[in-house]
């Protein structure tokens, strides 16, 4: 998600100075029920102004009137407190995983009022038959949600560019590569009868990122922090300042590439010793003795690791070992406020953080660091997912406007 830098600068023109007082108005609504009398207190327009964007929001279907406010000790009769339309223009959420599909559908509170998840292997298959797949998961969801999505964000596991237009460059893990990931869902999507969906604003995203953002807005997360998450390879997200950091051209945040042992083996990337060939799915299932196995490996793991199954605590323990390694460097620099272990690491946490922190305390050394700065999502594996849903109503939140530009 291609988070909004707000309305573009230039010439205050009329209806530019009300698109932004829409917006002012819609935000502190979405902080928290308010009445029209305290919408004009906390963003210092007049009470007749507010009045006049709040009717403009509730026609717009954004905004509702849901009974008396909490009465504030102030003489007379409290005003009618406003809130988001639960009923309104909803966020829907597309992942593509190598062994998943999921669609999810959040109304603009960021509530879940749909989830769908279909387990599915995607490796080397065709675009057009995942999209296909997706498609008919996504008509399925937005169908049990009852809402009216305003966008779709699509996540997925690689590198996507940072010029629009959803073209994902490389995704190693299902064999990918130079796909335009926008223009075969639109394609999908009216094949399966979708044709509104088809017609919506579309966003692809590296899922990475996305599971970031989520601890950013839903997991507590702080403005400085490091994402590590886990699926089939490794990703990252780079929070610095509550803002992603995306780099140059948009690839920042790839852990998964980043040589732990320069010496080791190569790696899909055509380098050698990448943090994945000793912390991802293949590396670690070959490790415990589970090599070809298929459907969902972290499930598997941890059911055999509960267990007592000692080659899979020894499989984790070098995942562990090698994830402190790679992390430590990004802290050294970087300088994080945390750590945070998400997606499919999160549920193998237990077996992973002994190695990692021993690591972290070994190799950051120059500056102060502690244990509890090693923390696990409470989102876990649904970070990606909620982050594409609700990044879509976030971006209605902060400029309404652009419903109807």
Avoid at 373 to 381: D, W
Wanted: aromatic share 2%.
């Amino acid at each position: 998600m291609r988070e909004t830098d707000g309305l573009r600068a230039g010439p205050a023109s009329q209806q530019g100075m009300r698109r932004a007082n829409l917006a002012l108005v819609l935000g502190v609504i979405a902080r928290a029920p308010r009445s029209r009398a305290e919408v004009a207190a906390d963003t210092g327009l007049t009470r007749a102004a507010v009045s006049s964007l709040a009717e403009e929001l509730i026609a717009a279907g954004l905004v509702v009137e849901e009974g008396p406010a909490t009465p504030s000790g102030k003489v007379g009769r409290p005003g009618t407190a406003l809130g988001l339309n639960p009923r309104g223009p909803g966020g829907l959420g597309a992942e593509i995983g190598v062994e998943h599909l999921g669609a999810c559908v959040v109304d603009l509170r960021g509530e879940v009022r749909s989830w769908r998840r279909q387990e599915i292997r995607n490796r080397d298959r065709q675009p057009a038959a995942v999209m296909a797949d997706l498609a008919e998961l996504l008509r399925r969801a937005v169908a049990d949600a009852g809402l009216r999505p305003a966008g779709l964000t699509l996540a997925v596991p690689g590198l996507v560019g940072d010029g629009g237009g959803g073209m994902l460059q490389r995704a190693a893990n299902l064999g990918w590569q130079d796909v335009p990931l926008a223009a075969e869902l639109r394609l999908a999507l009216r094949a399966a009868g979708a044709d509104r969906l088809a017609e919506l604003p579309f966003d692809v995203e590296n899922e990475a990122n996305l599971g970031g953002l989520a601890e950013l807005w839903l997991g507590g997360a702080p403005d400085h922090f490091l994402h590590v998450s886990a699926e089939a390879g490794v990703g990252a997200a780079i929070v610095i300042g509550g803002r992603l950091l995306r780099g140059a051209r948009g690839f920042a945040g790839e852990l998964g590439h980043v040589p732990v042992h320069p010496g080791g083996p190569r790696c899909a990337c055509g380098s050698h010793g990448c943090l994945e060939q000793y912390a991802g799915e293949a590396a670690v299932l070959r490790a415990a003795g589970l090599d070809g196995i298929r459907g969902d490996w972290v499930a598997l793991l941890a059911e055999r690791a509960e267990l007592g199954d000692e080659e899979v605590h020894t499989a984790l323990a070098g995942a562990g070992r090698a994830l402190g390694t790679a992390s430590a460097g990004a802290v050294n620099l970087l300088d994080p406020a945390e750590v945070v272990l998400g997606g499919g690491y999160a549920q193998l946490a237990p077996w992973l953080l002994p190695a990692m922190r021993a690591e972290l305390a070994a190799r950051v050394t120059v500056r102060p660091w502690s244990d509890e700065r090693l923390t696990v999502s409470r989102l876990g594996r649904r970070g990606p997912l909620l982050g594409a849903a609700v990044g879509v109503v976030r971006a209605i939140v902060a400029d309404p406007g652009r419903l109807d530009a």
